[in-house]
């Protein structure tokens, strides 16, 4: 989230779409609920009358994967109508930029961008580029009329997003779609803010990325970036997967979204050399310029005493990717189904359900030598080989199951979605012979540590350098209990040396070894200090020689009344709760909208003579506003340029939002384009090619798979289910697996509420029951009538232990996903249903399913 | 005072149902008293739910180094005291007869999980990841011309390199393309830190979690 939960009180439109937090994050809804009682509008756009949407003072139901074409038109509509704070968008964002003069768009090269190889399915983004002046420094226009400036050819691109194509694509009523309209852009105003809550029915498609970028479009043309009650936010499914993600537990990020060097940076000069942008811009504050600095407190961390200036910091130490490399989720399923690997570490997650393709990933896990799974509980995962349709004697993969202990019985911390660390501590020791995490790492490292230095092996130098001061140690060197306070101190980093302010003179001790460091502006790339995660710099203060854990902290004080907390726990970066905050005031720092101040420049001196400075939230970066002579700078501090990009020339699939089609359309065209009815990125042909690879499989004949499939969480289940289902009043409130669909799908196939029904997709088949309902409503789609169905993705074959859960509906859906972010694709893909049972299934009793009926 | 879990329920139930059956009597004390004997001298810990990403305030009652109760933190801000269905069952994570409390292991071709000592299964691990690491570990990569690159264009493109340069020669990546690792959201940021940096000092770049899902 830019923003945070409690922030969204302080919104007047509140957009879910591709969401469901009355459902997902039901407590977050307290914040909605706020909103609402003060006035403030809640729209739901979904596939489904969800809980939020029986919540929402406006709904209107979308068919899946069509979200581009929908805010396509709310980008035109703006446009249109001229309803955009042009102050902001002329200031802060690149509207006013000029493109090279070659770039054409879909509207003239019928649905690509220019660039685009239809050989090698890539662009070449030559002429995506921005036209810059002698000094680099792109060319503008801040009267927004240059034909090829940003904004102009927004207006020119989304024109093609006519009302009447968008109702014809996304099968949205016209009422319903201008409604949504007028909502969203009643907060061009500067005192008029909206927000938007998306998760995975963004995210889990072919086009996933630029779902996303299409509202950021919308809340910069809006002036809404950087606003309490506005910013684009994400509601992340897991508990830490904010902090699993800037922990960099991903194939292409170290920590601190670090990227993962590869195999041709064959120095830490060259590393940074490349990945550190350069700005021309004056007024930029460019802060990955820092990346430097980073990387190199990061190997410290690693590394400590053994990383030195001569050895690279142990640069050679850090495994790299060959370049273009995938090791993407995808891939990794793809390359074990074909033998790749023979070790596994399945910690704390169960693939078997939760990944697209599940069948293959079942299939592909019989493929391992050895897997260790780490869990509270025993899971489809860590029993693939007794799992349906499996004989055991025929895997031949040894598996070893480590039980994990509950949150409750360790401490450490978690961020959550709103990007605050909040720490957990241990109320019991681990049940049984349960251990925590961090005490599995510490054996295993210990271990496999040891045989290195008895017995040597390849390339030990990365295992035996490693640090690992976590505690007392036992006799034999290893650390007896893991003190995560002490991780959690790595994290934050320290001075490596005793470090001074050379410019003083003498030169002023601003940092003594062994201290930690303040926050990341004291990192540097000598190798000085060290942090593990430079965004985490500052979760942990030193005062009066003590540490204080700013992540315990349970402050109550609201200084600014919008609900910021700024003394509970702790947020990345500095603390700071709303990011970007510095686009919520005018180029003289006062407030866009006095009323939700989250920051305000005072230009009153203090006695030494100096402004009293910013108030509110830790602001972005402590410059001066941007009208200030010399030394005020732009609000975007993360971005090269210092503004909001619209015109997105990094992507792989085109620099602005396109519709394309799923890869498994219910239509036989794209009504934008007739020859690209995919994300012509996606390399179809070769995904036809390897049909061979049952993994791979995917359908696009909608005869044979005529309704749209999409799946969803349920407010009683937890993603894979693996913890929720052995809980006894979660699995009596949800039982078992189903299918929803509209009464006039189930009529046309004579399947009545409870009937069991077999879903078919081109991977592979399921039954469960029915459950009718008027939540689903078919939808008129290019003069043919849709039908939506949908399913929840928490069962599985193992709890309950007769089986009556079902099984997983991520065998059903397919194994591709898009082309940047390479999130499979789970939202919408294609389905056939078959009625198998007349009668009503013996469980779950017919108590279970009242009140679920229409 | 301890309270048998069977009796607290029973009394509950028998509150609850005077309550909903409407006799008109004021059952907020004996509510009240039922409530303080279930967390009376109990010991109390923050905590904060594992389920979505609110991050909901917990408050778990512990007696006898037993969780006997967890609750909403009405103290924290976002949740001011409220949980969801999950967040409300977490005393049944915790507290859960079909929990995992010993290593288990599963032979090739073995029908059944047996029990095991965490030190053997340790050990086991380690022989295994050193065995796979030391066998499959690359000390460098050789990149492709770019005349072979454009020679060997096709089938294989998805998941195939990009390392081109003039003329093919080596470059280090001191990996193992052996071993994979998944996860996990579910674990604490520190563990997640300790995560990454063991995986990768082993040389494993396959790592992915949650997040790409």
């Given at each position: 989230m830019t923003n945070h939960w409690i922030d969204l009180k302080n919104a007047d439109v509140i957009l879910v779409m591709g969401a469901n937090p009355a459902a997902n994050h039901p407590i977050s809804m307290k914040w909605v609920t706020r909103a609402q009682e003060r006035g403030s509008k809640l729209i739901c756009v979904d596939p489904r009358f969800t809980q939020t949407a029986s919540k929402a003072d406006l709904y209107a139901p979308i068919r899946s994967g069509t979200d581009i074409a929908f805010l396509g038109g709310l980008i035109h509509y703006l446009i249109s109508n001229d309803l955009i704070f042009r102050d902001y968008v002329v200031e802060y964002t690149d509207a006013p930029f000029l493109v090279h003069p070659d770039f054409k768009m879909p509207g003239d090269l019928g649905g690509v961008f220019s660039g685009y190889s239809d050989e090698t399915s890539k662009y070449d983004r030559k002429t995506w580029a921005f036209q810059v002046d002698e000094k680099g420094v792109p060319r503008r226009d801040p009267t927004l009329r240059a034909p090829n400036c940003v904004f102009q050819l927004l207006k020119k691109h989304y024109s093609r997003y006519t009302i009447d194509k968008v109702v014809d694509i996304t099968g949205t009523p016209k009422e319903k779609v201008l409604a949504v309209y007028e909502a969203i852009a009643s907060t061009h105003k500067p005192d008029r803010v909206a927000t938007v809550c998306y998760a995975m029915g963004w995210t889990q498609h072919t086009v996933g990325v630029q779902n996303i970028r299409a509202f950021s479009i919308v809340q910069l043309l809006l002036g809404n970036m950087g606003m309490a009650g506005g910013g684009v936010n994400a509601l992340r499914g897991e508990g830490n997967v904010q902090g699993s993600t800037d922990h960099g537990l991903l194939f292409h990020i170290l920590t601190g979204y670090l990227p993962s060097p590869v195999a041709s940076m064959d120095s830490l000069k060259d590393y940074i050399t490349k990945l550190t942008p350069r700005t021309s811009e004056p007024r930029s504050v460019n802060w990955w310029g820092n990346r430097g600095k980073y990387i190199t407190s990061y190997l410290k961390a690693v590394y400590g005493e053994k990383a030195t200036k001569e050895n690279d910091y142990g640069y050679a130490w850090i495994p790299k990717v060959d370049d273009g490399m995938k090791a993407s989720w995808l891939a990794i399923f793809a390359k074990m189904y074909l033998g790749s690997f023979d070790g596994f570490f399945c910690w704390g997650m169960n693939p078997a359900n939760s990944s697209a393709g599940a069948g293959k990933v079942r299939e592909a896990l019989g493929k391992l030598k050895w897997m260790v799974a780490v869990d509270m509980f025993d899971h489809e995962t860590a029993s693939f080989w007794r799992g349906p349709g499996v004989n055991p004697k025929d895997i031949k993969t040894e598996v070893f199951l480590l039980p994990a202990c509950s949150s409750v019985e360790k401490e450490g911390s978690i961020s959550n979605s709103g990007r605050v660390a909040q720490w957990r501590y241990k109320a019991i020791e681990p049940i049984g012979q349960s251990k925590s995490d961090a005490d599995i790492l510490n054996e295993l490292h210990f271990r496999v540590k040891s045989l290195y230095l008895k017995g040597g092996g390849k390339f030990a130098d990365p295992i035996v350098n490693l640090t690992w001061d976590y505690g007392e140690k036992d006799a034999s060197g290893k650390v007896k209990h893991l003190d995560v306070q002490k991780v959690a101190g790595?994290?934050?980093?320290?001075?490596?040396?005793?470090?001074?302010?050379?410019?003083?003179?003498?030169?002023?001790?601003?940092?003594?070894?062994?201290?930690?460091?303040?926050?990341?502006?004291?990192?540097?790339?000598?190798?000085?200090?060290?942090?593990?995660?430079?965004?985490?710099?500052?979760?942990?203060?030193?005062?009066?020689?003590?540490?204080?854990?700013?992540?315990?902290?349970?402050?109550?004080?609201?200084?600014?009344?919008?609900?910021?907390?700024?003394?509970?726990?702790?947020?990345?970066?500095?603390?700071?709760?709303?990011?970007?905050?510095?686009?919520?005031?005018?180029?003289?720092?006062?407030?866009?909208?006095?009323?939700?101040?989250?920051?305000?420049?005072?230009?009153?001196?203090?006695?030494?003579?100096?402004?009293?400075?910013?108030?509110?939230?830790?602001?972005?970066?402590?410059?001066?506003?941007?009208?200030?002579?010399?030394?005020?700078?732009?609000?975007?501090?993360?971005?090269?340029?210092?503004?909001?990009?619209?015109?997105?020339?990094?992507?792989?699939?085109?620099?602005?939002?396109?519709?394309?089609?799923?890869?498994?359309?219910?239509?036989?065209?794209?009504?934008?384009?007739?020859?690209?009815?995919?994300?012509?990125?996606?390399?179809?042909?070769?995904?036809?090619?390897?049909?061979?690879?049952?993994?791979?499989?995917?359908?696009?004949?909608?005869?044979?798979?005529?309704?749209?499939?999409?799946?969803?969480?349920?407010?009683?289940?937890?993603?894979?289910?693996?913890?929720?289902?052995?809980?006894?009043?979660?699995?009596?409130?949800?039982?078992?697996?189903?299918?929803?669909?509209?009464?006039?799908?189930?009529?046309?196939?004579?399947?009545?509420?409870?009937?069991?029904?077999?879903?078919?997709?081109?991977?592979?088949?399921?039954?469960?029951?029915?459950?009718?309902?008027?939540?689903?409503?078919?939808?008129?789609?290019?003069?043919?009538?849709?039908?939506?169905?949908?399913?929840?993705?928490?069962?599985?074959?193992?709890?309950?232990?007769?089986?009556?859960?079902?099984?997983?509906?991520?065998?059903?859906?397919?194994?591709?996903?898009?082309?940047?972010?390479?999130?499979?694709?789970?939202?919408?893909?294609?389905?056939?249903?078959?009625?198998?049972?007349?009668?009503?299934?013996?469980?779950?009793?017919?108590?279970?399913?009242?009140?679920?009926?229409? | 005072m301890e309270i048998n879990r069977r009796e607290f329920m029973k009394t509950s139930a028998a509150a609850g149902a005077a309550f909903v059956s409407g006799l008109g009597f004021d059952v907020s004390a004996a509510q009240t008293y039922a409530k303080a004997l279930r967390i009376k001298g109990a010991k109390v810990t923050t905590s904060i739910c594992c389920f979505c990403s609110v991050g909901c305030g917990l408050l778990v009652h512990t007696s006898a180094g037993k969780v006997i109760n967890i609750e909403g933190d009405p103290e924290h801000p976002i949740s001011e005291g409220s949980l969801c269905a999950k967040g409300s069952s977490i005393y049944q994570v915790v507290n859960n007869p079909l929990r995992v409390t010993k290593p288990r292991y599963r032979a090739p071709g073995a029908a059944a999980w047996k029990e095991v000592e965490w030190d053997w299964a340790l050990d086991q691990i380690a022989r295994r990841l050193k065995d796979t690491r030391d066998r499959t570990f690359k000390t460098t990569v050789t990149s492709m011309s770019r005349e072979q690159k454009a020679a060997d264009a096709g089938e294989e493109a998805l998941l195939f390199p990009d390392l081109v340069t003039d003329k093919a020669r080596d470059f280090v990546v001191n990996r193992t393309d052996g071993i994979a690792h998944i996860g996990s959201a579910a674990l604490d940021n520190e563990e997640c830190y300790l995560t990454q940096k063991l995986m990768r000092s082993w040389g494993v770049v396959h790592i992915e979690h949650q997040a790409r899902l």
């Open positions: 790595e994290i934050n980093g320290y001075y490596t040396e005793d470090v001074y302010d050379q410019t003083a003179n003498p030169p002023k001790l601003v940092g003594k070894r062994g201290d930690l460091v303040t926050n990341f502006v004291s990192l540097r790339d000598d190798g000085t200090t060290s942090s593990g995660n430079w965004l985490y710099c500052g979760s942990l203060a030193q005062k009066d020689g003590k540490i204080v854990n700013q992540m315990e902290r349970r402050g109550k004080e609201d200084a600014t009344g919008l609900g910021l907390y700024p003394n509970w726990a702790w947020a990345w970066p500095v603390n700071r709760r709303v990011i970007y905050n510095r686009a919520s005031v005018d180029p003289n720092g006062n407030p866009w909208d006095p009323k939700r101040a989250v920051l305000k420049w005072n230009a009153a001196l203090n006695d030494a003579g100096k402004p009293i400075g910013w108030q509110g939230d830790i602001p972005d970066g402590p410059a001066p506003p941007l009208a200030t002579e010399k030394e005020g700078k732009l609000p975007f501090i993360m971005k090269p340029l210092g503004v909001g990009s619209m015109f997105g020339p990094g992507l792989g699939d085109g620099p602005l939002p396109e519709h394309y089609e799923p890869m498994e359309s219910p239509v036989p065209a794209n009504l934008m384009s007739k020859k690209y009815r995919v994300n012509p990125t996606i390399p179809f042909e070769k995904f036809q090619a390897q049909a061979k690879d049952p993994s791979f499989l995917f359908s696009s004949d909608f005869k044979k798979y005529p309704y749209v499939g999409t799946t969803y969480r349920l407010a009683e289940h937890w993603q894979s289910g693996s913890m929720t289902r052995p809980v006894a009043w979660l699995l009596e409130m949800q039982p078992q697996m189903f299918v929803e669909m509209d009464p006039d799908l189930a009529a046309q196939k004579g399947i009545r509420n409870g009937d069991m029904v077999t879903v078919i997709t081109a991977r592979g088949q399921l039954s469960c029951p029915a459950l009718v309902t008027v939540r689903l409503q078919p939808m008129m789609v290019q003069g043919k009538k849709i039908h939506v169905i949908g399913m929840p993705w928490h069962f599985g074959w193992q709890h309950p232990a007769d089986g009556s859960g079902g099984d997983s509906v991520n065998l059903l859906v397919p194994f591709v996903g898009d082309p940047n972010a390479l999130i499979p694709e789970s939202k919408a893909f294609l389905v056939n249903l078959v009625k198998t049972a007349e009668k009503r299934t013996p469980t779950p009793p017919k108590k279970a399913l009242q009140g679920r009926e229409g | -």
